[in-house]
């Protein structure tokens, strides 16, 4: 297989990193598009169907290959600032509206059951959710929102933020642009490597819908065993 640009055909378009960073009409503003969508992801309650694990790991691979043509510590400081300050406004948005986030009603961007995942999240870990949450989709969107409606101190909710961003978006581009630098089989299956991105990043969602359809499967039975 080539090392070309090759979408993986598993997201649509308009949600492949590969087709969204390798895009030759948006330039220089292909940077501040990854940067956008990372921030939205993190900050906005709208965001969590955005592709931030395979986005970052794409952003260093392609940096490393030189279709974005853009200083990597540069890139890798633009994201780790758009994700940290992505979940500061997620906070924000969870101490200003507080209660009223858990009345709403459920919509087609907006599911009481991911903010209810992320509550149970946050209750389980404490405040190294906010690390951890990085790290998984959907949860991470939710959780700052979450921390922001517990009240948790704002210099602690910082610390643990700055964390997570280095962790997450400085780790994921790194290890992408390692790769793509210094292994010559990943640029030769880039292809490939796009696709096992891809599946990596709904694996979480997976298990937790196993485990939501599981839990249903088990209440229904209980139900009809009464």
């Known amino acids: 297989m080539g090392g070309g640009s090759v979408s993986t055909g598993l997201l649509p378009p308009w949600l492949d990193p590969q087709v969204i960073l390798s895009n030759p009409a948006l330039g220089p503003w292909v940077v501040v598009l990854a940067g956008a969508i ?20 794409t952003a260093g691979l392609l940096a490393a290959t030189g279709t974005i043509q853009f200083n990597v510590a540069l890139l890798v400081a633009l994201l780790i600032v ?6 500061q406004v997620g906070y924000f948005i969870g101490r200003k509206a507080g209660p009223a986030l858990f009345n709403r009603p459920d919509s087609r961007l907006f599911k009481r059951e991911n903010v209810d995942k992320a509550h149970r999240f946050f209750e389980k870990h404490g405040g190294m959710a ?8 959907i949860v991470r969107t939710f959780v700052p929102v979450i921390v922001g409606v517990a009240g948790m101190q704002r210099r ?5 933020n700055a964390v997570g961003a280095v962790l997450w978006a400085g780790g994921v581009t790194t290890l992408g642009y390692i790769l793509g630098d210094r292994v010559p089989w990943v640029q030769e299956n880039l292809d490939v490597i796009f696709i096992v991105i891809v599946l990596i990043s709904v694996v979480p969602l997976i298990i937790e819908f196993l485990k939501g359809y599981t839990a249903r499967r088990k209440g229904r039975n209980n139900s009809d065993a009464r």
Do not use: K, Y
């Open 82 to 87: 758009c994700a940290f300050v992505g979940n």
């Open 156 to 160: 602690r909710f910082v610390l643990f």
């Open 130 to 137: 906010l690390v951890l949450a990085r790290f998984v989709p």
């Open 38 to 57: 990372i921030f939205a992801e993190t900050g906005l309650l709208i965001g969590f169907f955005l592709p931030g694990d395979s986005l970052l790991f």
